[in-house]
């Protein structure tokens, strides 16, 4: 079989000796390596089987677009079905007619307009009670707030009422288990690359006791929701078998602020934008609503770039060639993974004026961007299986944002130590430490 170029593999462990070098993460690495390599590279995960990664814009919309019905199959971690149904989710499951029904259902209950309309008023007061619980918090601890945990459960909040329609109600503790749950999944997510890499571990004494822990995950997952699934059935605007990521919102949200504490001067210019909007015949306490966000160029140009520096899974959902196929004009054979390094992708210097630096400004140049910018910037995926809830993401952020910014001046808790930016990858791209800020109610 032809294969593209790539580095130089040893038996059994494939490329790991070079993927694992301490203090980088994985999709830099395959970065630096694309650079050496090419935009379209073979690198083997372990000995068994070699995975075509794609570090370019061009490739990566030839995957995710141009020749969707060939890469359009999933090949995942074997770990992750027990979080993910049996890979029967809308993100797992492999193209084909259950997918087809999945997601015309989202289309036709979640994400239709009159769902969304039903839930405006109920979006608004969420951010109402969020800001009021950064309040209380800033009050009990000298202006120090800790956003991560508020906002993850806020968003869960919002989706739940998705998921199981506007009715939807917070009994029992419902967000605080699902909050649980995530952080559950996330730290088993980091255990199962091992495992999916040399499937013989699945037999090794210490390492099935990773699955036994996964086992009772999914347990846990299916009594948190089965109570709630039953009490809602009856419901009309709902899609009860469909849960958004939580913590990508939460977590972009996050990022934001950290960069906006870094940069004084965007955050003023995002205040300044917001008042703007605000300023006439309006109380000062009211809110920016659902309606004005796409109002807001600059506050949206900030999610933009947030997602660019930040994707929520720099490295996707893998794909997989459903037949034989080719890339690039190379050969691709059916079952080959194909990985887009969506973080390659966002740092290109050829697309990307200095691509390391949070500019929020490159969205805003007069005309629209270029072409190469609009297929470059892919952080939910491309095509086919572009994210179905990628539009209510953007929205939750930048109406969080705007109404964060509006209320409080965000700053670093001691004068001199910024929030630290370092990543952290497991299931998605998180901060290494938690963002801590101080806030003064503007």
Known sequence: MELPPGPKKLPIIGNLHQLNKVGELVHV??????????????????????????????????????????????????????????????????????????????????????????????????????????????????????PMIPLRRTTVQLIGRFCFGVEFEDRDGFVESIDTLMEETIRLSGHARLVDVFEFTRYIPGFRLLFKEA???????????????????????????????????????????????????IQQKVYAEVQELTRSGRQKEEMVTVEEVSKLKYVNAVVKEVLRMKPIAPLAVPHQAVCDSNLMGIKVRKGTPVMVNIYAVHYDPTVWTEPQRFMPERFLKDGDTSKAMERSLIAFGAGRRICAGMDL??????????????????????????????????????????????????
């Open 29 to 146: 690495t395959l970065a630096k390596m694309a650079q050496e390599h090419g935009k379209m590279m073979t690198v083997w995960f372990g000995g068994q089987q070699p995975s075509i990664v794609v570090s370019h814009y061009e490739v990566a919309w030839e995957v995710l677009v141009t020749k969707a019905s060939d890469f359009s199959s999933r090949t995942l971690p074997y770990m992750s079905k027990f979080s993910s149904a049996d890979w029967h989710t809308i993100a797992t499951c492999n193209l084909g007619p259950f997918w087809q029904n999945l997601r015309k259902g989202l289309q036709t209950t979640t994400l239709n307009p009159h769902t969304f309309t039903a839930q405006v008023h109920l979006q608004e007061k969420d951010i109402a009670d969020l800001i009021l619980n950064f309040k209380e918090e800033a009050s009990l601890n000298g202006g120090v707030v800790k």
């Open 215 to 265: 086992y009772e995950l999914k347990q846990k997952i299916e009594e948190t929701f089965r109570p709630y699934i039953h009490r809602y059935k009856s419901a009309t605007n709902c899609f009860l078998h469909f849960l958004l990521s939580t913590d990508s919102t939460s977590n972009a949200t996050s990022w934001a602020l950290a960069y906006l504490i870094h940069n004084e001067k």
């Open 393 to 442: 993401a953007k929205l939750q952020v930048a109406l969080t944002l705007a109404n964060l910014v509006k209320s409080f001046c965000w700053s670093c808790v001691r004068e001199g130590q910024l929030p630290d930016l370092t990543e952290d990858l497991s299931f998605i791209l998180r901060m290494k430490t938690p963002l801590v800020a101080r806030i003064v109610p503007r």
